[in-house]
């Protein structure tokens, strides 16, 4: 959608501050967020005529365009991204005051039987194929009214950022270095192995050493921040060495079927890839390289860390994890 700005826009005013509503600021830290009006009305479930009328009145009440066109999309000005930190405390600030996140923290217990309402989360594939389903089931059978939202844990998903901006109540990974800002509680420690085809020359596992590992081609995920190499990779560059990562995939579950059918070679936890033996011709040989056990873990922000509900979601994800069997290699 095509705006024209003029001057007389955005001319500064004397805001009457007991007309701003709180919608108003949801309006502003959304449309900054989404660098889209039409984005930003699905996601507050409004029109877009609404929205840009709300865009309108931000301007005249900031002083500032806020959003600019650059090319073919929607760029927030610095005033903008100044204004988002203060827009995301003011909402965060009033869910403790009057949201249902707030009242749990005042003392109502969460009964997960007549709950209703939404958890959000933001997991990556890693761990294994089937904590997902086993978790979405477990909460449905708990907390049936309560709905879910599960978001890929990519490298272009800023958890840290969503966290604090209460967007998603809990982020599941691995991270050599959790952030330190963040609550965390360790799930699993997981020995780290080789996946490779039934055919890979070093399916025996015999003569398999460092410097044969490292020269083959290997399979990887996508880091989950930009200029991160990985957490094997940071271990590998932490004893000077590097393997030759050859194929990079977003979407670690159907990396065991490229190893399958290739001679490419996959490094991850022995418990992700023993779901794949016996379905696919692949054989968990030993890592000939030391690197410590994966840790995953479960993050969350000050802002859920109290609220019964989130708690009571936390020792769900805590339960499923735990229950994970580790099928024999």
């Known amino acids: 959608m095509k705006h024209n700005f003029h001057a007389s826009e955005y001319i500064p005013m004397r805001p009457g501050f007991d007309t701003i509503e709180l919608h108003l600021i949801r309006v502003l830290h959304t449309v900054i967020h989404e660098r889209s009006v039409s984005r930003a009305a699905v996601r507050l479930a409004s029109t877009q005529p609404a929205v840009s009328a709300q865009l309108r009145r931000l301007r005249q009440l900031t002083g500032d365009p806020l959003l600019v066109r650059a090319g073919q999309q929607m760029q927030p000005t610095a005033v903008a991204l100044q204004l988002l930190g203060p827009a995301e405390r003011m909402l965060q600030d009033a869910e403790q005051l009057f949201g249902p996140q707030g009242r749990s923290q005042r003392g109502a217990p969460f009964e997960p039987g007549r709950a209703e309402g939404l958890f959000r989360l933001a997991a990556s594939d890693y761990l294994d194929p089937l904590f997902l389903p086993r978790l979405v089931a477990r909460l449905k059978r708990a907390a049936p009214g309560m709905h879910l939202e599960l978001m890929p844990l990519t490298q272009d998903y800023d958890y840290r950022r969503h966290l604090a ?37 070093q399916a025996g596992g015999r003569g398999w050493t460092r410097e044969r590992y490292l020269e083959q081609e290997h399979v990887a995920p996508m880091p989950l921040s930009p200029g991160a190499v990985g957490v094997i990779d940071e271990h590998l560059r932490n004893q000077g060495a590097q393997r030759r990562i050859v194929v990079r995939a977003s979407h670690f579950s159907l990396i065991p079927l490229m190893v399958a059918d290739s001679l490419l070679v996959l490094t991850t936890g022995r418990l992700f890839c023993s779901r794949y033996v016996g379905s696919l011709p692949v054989k968990i040989v030993r890592c000939p390289v030391e690197i410590p056990p994966l840790s995953y873990y479960q993050l969350w922000h000050e802002l859920t860390h109290a609220t019964p509900a989130q708690r009571w979601l936390r020792e769900q994800v805590r339960a499923v994890a735990g229950g994970l069997m580790r099928p024999a290699a």
Do not use: Y
Request: net charge negative; glycine share 6%; charged share 20%.
């Open 165 to 201: 901006a209460g967007d998603v109540d809990l982020v599941i990974g691995n991270w050599l270095e959790p952030p330190e800002e963040l609550h965390l509680s360790r799930l699993v420690s997981d020995e780290i192995v080789c996946l490779v085809a039934a055919h890979h020359p």
